[in-house]
């Protein structure tokens, strides 16, 4: 039998044990137990103020936190007082030599976000780790170019008035000749065609097909004549004189054909291979013979481009062209003016046909802020006639000045003709021709398609053959359309 004073003993036990628990409960809320991850910071924080005499470091020229490329060089160095035993990245263990300094590398693939890498080492009396973060984030794609159409087509339509058309020298004593003057009007057409192999090389095809039509613009008797004198009507019908009809409604067509193989080294440089084919026709009256004329050519070229930056670049280029012309050449007779003999030039040393080897550069880059262009070439054209043979040395040079929409031109082009054997039509000399042209351009782009240009020039050729000297200028104007 339970008394009352022992039951009432039991009920302030239990009073105080259901307190003891309501109270530990407390502590428990305000206290919660160490989550996994907190608890391996907690051994990581352990470790390292265990292990302060081992540093874990990344080398500043590769301590980046932020990736954009998927696939990285990740590279550590660990030092300590102790020799390094052993180094694991992400658990892989790195072959190293034991030292007291030690660098390795490894390459790792990241995902998008945050990768984490962590870095285990071992010495002979203590153990260090250390977490890197590194962030991959994905380059962003730039808008889609529009594809490039592979076919284009340049237009051009023009007029040009040139003061001594013949390009005689009407300050001769010996043998006066009248400039004549004419227009010649041109149409010219540029096919082009991009076939692309791959991304490095290209198979272009393009083609030239052009037209002039010289017209004479001097009185009625100078064009017919050539000359002042009206009387010497009788020497019309007499080819190869200077009073022929040269500039009856004279044509000239060009057309060429070519194929190009261009490969791309690299953004900047590229080089090419080419094959092609020029037809030359002096259809109706000819300058030279009073007939129709026609000239073929078949030609190879090479063309080596590299860029010197994104606004210069310099070129070098070789061509080997097979010229024919149809024309035979006949006998011609002249006068010796020393005896008043005649004397006869056999047809075969007036032959055209020819192989011709040019060597060509070319030089393109900003000048005291304008865009400058530097340009020459030599070349030897070997005629099976041995009056024909003759060395060709060719330069220009030129700049051009932007304004807005308009761009002006400023350039000079020479040229020299030094023949290798001696004329007898020319007095037995071994012929020379030196020619200066300088230029001046203008160039309006009205839109992406339509350009219009205009250029005036002046030429100056000297020559130790009085016949070869001459002077002319000429003015000259076109609209260009591109598609």
Known sequence: MVTAGAGERFSRLHRWVLLGLFFFSLVAAANPPATQAQSESKDIEQQDEQAADILIVRPLDNNQTESKKRKILFEVEVSSFDPVLKIAINGKAMRIKPAPTVRVKRRLTLKKGTNKIRV????????????????????????????????????????????????????????????????????????????????????????????????????????????????????????????????????????????????????????????????????????????????????????????????????????????????????????????????????????????????????????FGLKGKLKGSFARVDTEGKLKVKDVQKLSAGITIPMGTFILGLGVKASKNKFKEPNPIAGGVKPEQTLISPNVTATWAISRSWIVTAEYLTESQSSNVPESEYDNSALSASLIYIY
């Open 120 to 367: 285990d080492v071992t010495t002979e009396f203590e153990t260090a780790s250390k977490v890197f973060e590194i962030r991959y984030r994905r380059k962003k794609k730039g808008p889609v170019e529009a594809k490039k159409d592979p076919f284009q087509l340049i237009t051009l339509l023009g007029a040009q008035e040139s003061s001594n058309a013949l390009k005689v020298n009407s300050e001769n004593p010996e043998n006066p000749q009248t400039a004549t003057s004419a227009r010649r009007s041109f149409l010219i057409l540029i096919p082009r065609y991009d076939w692309a192999l791959n991304k490095a090389s290209t198979l272009r095809f393009q083609g030239v097909v052009s037209r002039d039509i010289l017209a004479c613009t001097d009185t009625q008797e100078q064009c017919r004549k050539g000359t002042d004198d009206p009387t010497t009507e009788e020497l019309d019908t007499i080819p190869g004189t200077e009073n022929e009809n040269l500039l009856k409604g004279q044509q000239i067509a060009f057309t060429q054909v070519t194929a190009n193989w261009i490969r791309n080294t690299s953004k900047l440089n590229s080089w090419s291979l080419g094959i092609g084919y020029n037809l030359i026709s002096l259809i109706e009256d000819s300058i030279a013979t009073g007939d129709d004329k026609k000239e073929h050519d078949l030609f190879l070229s090479s063309t080596m481009h590299r860029g010197l930056g994104a606004k210069s670049f310099y070129e070098v280029g070789l061509e080997l062209k097979s010229q024919e012309v149809t024309t035979e050449p006949v006998d011609a007779t002249i006068i010796d003016e020393t005896s008043g003999e005649p004397i006869t030039v056999p047809a075969g040393d007036l032959n055209e046909d020819a192989l011709t080897t040019t060597l060509q550069g070319t030089l393109e880059g900003p000048v």
